[in-house]
């Protein structure tokens, strides 16, 4: 039968078991503490030292022992603030909180030590934990280097300072639930600062809408929630209109901070809307341009807007100088012929070709447009007669600038001079042989003869022993065609010939 117990020892054994109690929950706790990376210090409800870890001593430079019932006035401790200015007592993490008796998160000062000759720099948080009545019980405060971070960030002063890209670095202000309320701007370089017309002292410390007197907190708030909901950076495009601008920005979080960097680009929006205009200024005249030669002939066409603004407008001009340069020669040749000139050719053969020229710049547009859709089918076809056919349309130009135009070509090991190349016993020889876009083959072919004859007539100027002619070969093989054009003029320069296949180069003005 087991002893009862008295009063006193009962009451004696509690205590025991209290004090077992405690030492047990101090164990767990040290022993957590100790194996937290972060330096941690422990204070009472007045801001003295209690308990701390070994990563918090090291940082600090002192014992467990010397740490033990410091208080916050006390000597031992020396903080500097970024700008090198000692961080008053009320400033103290620990303070703040015994004052508000809410937490302080991720304050950066640095930490002076007499031992070392560079201070060492950290991000602070206390956190006070309550009791029953919401009276301070004890406040946790942890200590992370951030000394590494500060030398790469002062090793990027100078850029940040000389940057022409806008930066500028915000701190999150959230309300008594954590939810993030607006932000206050912790620094910003040169660049934004001329953008917002203000000094840095006029807007240090200040939120978003105090800065610009603006709603900017309702504006970018879905931007700064999604970049720190996602934990990465976020580009995006806005018009800011206090400051009158198109921010290209790219933001990025990092603890309670987050920075955006980026550049205005209204001029580019500018340039963008400039060219549109252009581009439909430049329909416009192409159009009535047309309607001019075609006399009755309505145009069908609208231009399809392609993704890079202009390449479509910039690639008919190209196609079009020449026939527009044939159509004015041959216009020119029709009124003197009317006022009585005489010419080799008559005015209805004239008009004729004029004609033609006008009907192969409309199909031209078609060709453009079929060129970018993807509807467009190939055909087979015959390249002698397509290529004879494009030669009429441009022989009375060459005729009236004296160039000969002659054809040799080389079909079923038959090689053979063509002098009535544009007689039908002729194309009757050739089949329809090759699969593929005519009017592509037209456009460079018409290219060629065109740069031929321009450098023929070149030539031709500084020399009058230059023969005018202009020589096509066709070679038509088993698995292969050729067409070579050779002419009697000025050769390609060594500066060109390496961009002679670029989209849309072009030596003449």
């Given at each position: 039968m087991s002893k009862k117990l008295s009063y006193e020892e009962l009451e004696q054994r509690v205590?025991?078991?209290?004090?077992?109690k405690t030492l047990q929950e101090k164990t767990s706790t040290e022993g957590l503490?100790?194996?937290?990376?972060?330096?941690?210090?422990?204070?009472?409800?007045?801001?003295t030292v209690i308990n701390s870890n070994t990563a918090a001593q090291t940082m600090l430079g002192l014992t467990c022992k010397q740490m033990i019932g410091k208080e916050l006035v006390d000597p031992v401790w020396k903080f500097s603030r970024e700008d090198g200015s000692a961080l008053p007592v009320e400033e103290y993490p620990v303070s703040q909180v015994i004052a508000t008796k809410k937490p302080v998160y991720n304050l950066v000062f640095a930490i002076e030590r007499s031992d070392k000759d560079d201070p060492i720099w950290a991000s602070v948080t206390s956190v006070p934990k309550l009791d029953e009545k919401g009276l301070i019980n004890q406040i946790v405060t942890t200590f992370m280097d951030v000394s590494a971070l500060k030398v790469d960030l002062d090793k990027y002063r100078s850029l940040f300072e000389n940057t022409m890209h806008e930066v500028h670095l915000w701190k999150l202000v959230r309300d008594e639930q954590g939810y993030i309320k607006t932000w206050r701007l912790v620094n910003a370089n040169p660049a934004a600062l001329k953008a917002w017309g203000k000094t840095l002292s006029e807007v240090i410390g200040k939120t978003t809408d105090d800065i610009f007197s603006h709603n900017a907190t309702e504006q970018f708030m879905?931007?700064?929630e999604k970049i720190f909901s996602e934990g990465k950076p976020y580009t995006w495009e806005a018009y800011f209109q206090p400051t009158d601008e198109n921010l290209h920005?790219?933001?990025?979080?990092?603890?309670e901070y987050f920075m955006s960097t980026g550049t205005d680009v209204s001029f580019l929006k500018k340039a963008e809307q400039e060219l549109d205009n252009i581009n439909k200024h430049l329909e416009e005249r192409v159009n009535e341009e047309i309607e001019k030669r075609q006399m009755h002939e309505k145009t069908i066409f609208e231009q399809k807007k392609f993704i890079d603004m202009g390449q479509m407008i910039n690639a008919i001009a190209h196609q079009w100088r020449q026939p527009l340069n044939n159509i004015t020669l041959t216009s020119q040749m029709m009124k003197e012929i009317y006022h009585g000139h005489d010419f080799d050719v008559e005015y209805d053969y004239l008009a004729g070709q004029l004609t033609e020229m006008v009907k192969h710049m409309s199909e031209t547009i078609d060709d453009f447009r079929?060129?970018?859709?993807p509807n467009k089918q190939k055909v087979w076809y015959s390249i002698v007669k397509e290529i004879l056919s494009a030669t009429d349309l441009?022989?009375?130009?060459?005729?009236?600038?004296?160039?000969?135009?002659?054809?040799?070509?080389d079909c079923s090991n038959n090689n053979f001079e063509c002098t009535e190349y544009f007689s039908s016993k002729y194309c009757d020889k050739e089949k329809?042989?090759?699969?593929?876009?005519?009017n592509e083959l037209i456009q460079v072919y018409f290219n060629l003869i065109s740069n031929a004859k321009d450098a023929i007539l070149e030539a031709s100027s500084n020399d009058n022993s230059v023969k005018k002619k202009i020589g096509v070969f066709i070679s038509v093989g088993m698995n292969e065609y050729k067409i070579r054009v050779f002419n009697c003029g000025k050769q390609i320069s060594a500066e060109v010939m390496p961009n002679i296949f670029n989209p849309y180069f072009t030596t003449k003005e």
């Open positions: 205590r025991e078991l209290e004090a077992y503490m100790e194996n937290i990376q972060a330096g941690i210090v422990v204070h009472g409800a007045d801001g879905p931007i700064v920005m790219t933001s990025v979080p990092f603890g079929n060129f970018f859709s441009i022989k009375a130009q060459l005729d009236n600038n004296g160039i000969e135009i002659f054809f040799r070509c329809y042989s090759i699969f593929g876009y005519p």
